[in-house]
């Protein structure tokens, strides 16, 4: 064997590149033109030669070539500040197709924007994107110019409002809804981010060609389990449509309406669509139902039995919602978690609640903020709590309960969370003995 | 049952952390909760307010719409009254149409009074809804700040709790660590002791075992040897009853051999003895073949030596011819060197004349004329030195010691020169004794003559044989002594006779001893004389110009007291007398020139006196006119 050695003393064959280096640095450097290379390379050389690749590669080279790994990191946080990948199932490439495609729909201008845009990028993003969060709908924008030049035009527009909703629409989300096959979650909200002093009323508004649309969409798109709007005004009328589509959905699990105007109306289509879905989580704070709407959803909650999260905060229940709803509770063996924080109930409802919490042992977290309970309440409540060994949260803040009753309330909680905190850990211990 | 005692606390205190940490999370979610119920409970609040003020506007306006269906009924019963009746008088007709106009204008005054209250209930909210958001702008940022504030305190709360839980904790593990490793230590050394209690016993127990083994060893042992002993002397009988049985047999065994070995050596020598002949026939085959070569090889050489003598008659003709053209120069030389030894001698004579001259002249010291023979050298011109000459002043030197046999030499010199000139004939008969009594006469003269040689050819020599010595040492001394090799017979010749003489001289006759024993040939110590003797002999005889050329070629003159004597011919007139000469030459010169400058003037004067007796004259005839 021959050695030859440099005369530089501080040459080593360390410094030689090794072939296969160079291979991989000569495909990373070609691989736009060489893909097929690049797909016959073993997993652990990919990884390898990830860092390598340059960012400014095309989309659909990359989109389906490179497997989720240190490129795409390299991509998110070359793009956004704040990469937080836990959000994102610690995928950094569906992290990376979803901003862009969110970043792509917020700043579509409907009637400006090309819709050629989306549809290049969907066949590209569709097999990784799980989740839409889309945070800002623009508007077309003729109508801000409109509006900003004269106001008396404002009252004009306000007439014709239904002439205008049909020419006013946001982005159409149908195509893009049937076309991701993944998606499961999706986040919408009919707002503009920073709009300054061009304020308008309709910036902050869900129109009736908005809500058809996405009946379409909500149709065509399967495999949705989340669907969250929020602060969109919508109202009973459009809520109407919206939830009757959802009703046979087979996959929905998840609503959240909070923050709208659906009203006693939509709480009864709400209540609907618990009876005949199977939703697990519902959330419809602050949006004026009253009485009635309660009452309604308090039916549904009686008969439903995959419901497990219910929030109703800030609405306007009262008493006899409350208590509606705490008979109903008699009947349900599902509900872990309910919200009746703002609701303008009294002790009455309180004394209903607690001879129902002496039975019930499912519901763990109640909350009851904001709620005139009063001294009566609180008694009946702490009286309720002894005999109670499943709830571990009560809220009882801002609800003139004496203090008293108050402090045996949360001894009873702290005993309960104890009790089961024990449990787990005693479980734990088992399962690891198991092991 | 101590582990369960000891994981019950540790249960305990995990529960303890576990729910420290949970209460830990409460707290700091419930800073978060709080506010959100807080706002709750300001958005309950308002709403509230704002569903009081919504009841208040509608009872007013319920009022209104009450108040104003009233009179619009008044007005509408009037009218119709007033319709019904078309009897009224105009009068009554315009007290109606006026309180009908008051009517109008008190249900306008109402409506316009309810739309003030209400722009103003608007406005009114308005700027409460300005200042509940500057309020609620305010009270965030309040709000931030207590809770930065409170994020550091119960940080640096924890953090302190923590330092302190941890300190503790470690505290804890190192008391139990002590304690453990006491225990441990405690342990170690019970167990160690039992240990060594346990090894010392079988040590004790493996010391006996060793004893034990020990002393069956050594019975075992002695059996052993005993039987051992026992078949060695059985198999030692046995060995000597087969040996007296082989010897009765031995002696006719031993003859046979013999004779079978005999006959075996004799077949062997003749099979060498045939082997030798064939191999010496070969070799005689081989001489032969060397022998005919050997022949050609002559026959070509005898060819070459045909010519070679050829070649030295022609060598000795050129000699002749340079030896002539050597004496014709020799002679020539003496000549040439003689006349101008005359010359220059004249030269020098005139020369001496002249200085006396000078002298006597000049100086007025009358010096006598010096004699140029007292002035010279002698002349170192002596061209017949020869080399036997320079051999006999070495040998004269040589021979100091032995002064009484040259004064021999001296005496019988004139007698050797009668012997040799007598017997210089062919007097060798005897062939054989003289080439007996000639390497004798060598190897005496290699013996004798060594101090004739150089030192360095005689240490070069000593490696040789004697013989091959001899040879070289012989040709040198010959070639020195300038004896030609063909002389050497006679040299041994005259020494022979030589001995013959100094014995007759002694007056003791061994001639006839000579003949027959070299040693008596002549005497070590008067081979010089003799030696001497005959060289005389032969530089007389070889005087011939042919010899004398050869001598004087062979040794150059000598030439260094040349330059010496000619240099006392050139300075014959000393340097200071030459100086001397040289100042006279040029005082004289100065002296010559000033007598010219004399006759000039001289003349000069003459002239003027010419001149003179000229105007003398004329005077004279002047005035004798």
Known sequence: ?435 | MEGKEESKPREDQERESGQRIKLLQKDLSTLVTNTQIACDAKMVLQRRLRAKAQAKRLAVLENDSTSSQEKSDEILKGKSENFTNPKAISEDLQKALKKQQELYSAIIHDKKAIINDLLQALKFQDDNYASTLRKNTEEINVMIARMEDQIKLMTKVYREELAQIESRHRQEISILLTKDKEELDRELKRLWDEELERLNERKKKLEEYKREVHEIGQESNYVFNALDYERCSRILAQERQQKKNTNSNLPLKMKKHLYTEKQEVLLTTLKNIKGRINREAREIEKLKNIYIDHQKKFAKQSIALTDYTQHIEKHERIKNQVRHFAAADARRFEEVWLMIEEEVKHLAQRALAIDSVISQQLYGSPESQTDLNLLLLSSPFRPWKTRTEIVQTELQLVESPAESHVENLDTTGSTEEELVFTDSGPEWEDEKLNEEMQDELRELLCNEMDFLMEAKILKLLAPLVTEEQTGVKLGSILYTLGIDEKDLPKLTDFLVRYKDQQNELTGESHRASVTSTSLDLIHPNHVLCALKSFLEQQSFRSSSAQELSRLWLAHARDSSKDAAYWNSLGNIIPEERVKLWDSTLRTLKQYHTVLTDISELIKEQECLKKGNTGLRLKIDSYLKK
Request: charged share 25%; hydrophobic share 40%.
């Open chain 1, 1 to 435: 064997m021959r050695i030859i050695i440099a005369e530089d003393p501080n040459w080593s064959l360390d410094l030689v590149p090794s072939l296969s280096n160079l291979c991989q640095r000569c495909i990373a450097d070609t691989i736009e033109d060489h893909q097929h290379l690049f797909e016959k390379l073993t997993p652990q050389l990919k990884d390898s030669i990830q860092p390598r690749l340059s960012l400014s590669l095309p989309l659909h080279v990359t989109a389906n070539l490179v497997p989720d790994g240190v490129f795409w990191k390299r991509c998110c946080q070359q793009r956004w500040n704040i990469c937080d990948i836990s959000h994102y199932g610690h995928s950094w490439k569906r992290m990376f197709f979803e901003r862009h495609l969110e970043n792509l729909i917020e700043l579509f201008v409907p009637e400006e924007t090309e819709f050629k845009v989306i549809l290049d990028v969907l066949p590209l993003c569709k097999n990784y994107i799980k989740r839409l969060n889309i945070t800002q709908l623009l508007l077309p924008s003729r109508k801000f110019v409109k509006g900003r030049d004269d106001d008396q035009h404002e009252v004009v527009m306000l007439t014709n409002e239904e002439e205008d909703d049909m020419a006013a629409s946001h982005f159409d989300f149908g195509i893009v809804l049937t076309e991701l096959i993944h998606l499961e979650e999706f986040h919408l909200a009919y707002k503009i981010k920073q709009c300054g002093m061009n304020f308008e009323w309709s910036m902050f508004q869900i129109t009736d060609r908005d809500c058809r649309a996405l009946t379409t969409a909500f149709k065509a798109c399967k495999t949705l389990k989340v669907l969250r709007i929020r602060q969109s005004q919508i109202d009973d009328k459009k809520c109407r449509p919206l939830l009757r589509c959802l009703m046979d959905h087979p996959s929905l699990i998840e609503l959240d309406l909070s923050h709208n105007i659906i009203r006693d109306a939509g709480a009864r289509s709400v209540a609907e669509l618990l009876s005949k879905g199977q939703l697990e989580k519902l959330n419809i704070c602050n949006n004026e139902i009253d009485i009635h709407g309660a009452k309604a959803l308090a039916q549904a909650l009686s008969n439903n039995s995959t419901l497990q999260y219910l929030n109703l905060r800030l609405n306007q229940v009262k008493d006899e919602g409350g208590e509606a709803i705490a008979e109903a509770l008699q009947n349900n063996t599902t509900l872990r978690y309910l919200h009746l924080g703002g609701n303008d109930m009294t002790s009455i409802t309180a004394v209903v609640l607690s001879k129902v919490l002496q039975k019930n042992e499912t519901l763990k977290t109640l909350n009851l903020s904001c709620n005139n309970l009063g001294e009566i309440g609180g008694k009946a409540l702490a009286e309720a709590m002894v005999h109670n060994s499943t709830l571990t949260e009560c809220d009882i803040r801002q609800t003139d309960i004496d203090e008293t009753n108050s402090a045996s309330i949360n001894k009873a909680i702290w005993d309960n969370q104890c009790a089961d905190w024990d449990k787990e850990v005693q479980q734990r211990r088992k399962s690891t003995i198991y092991l």
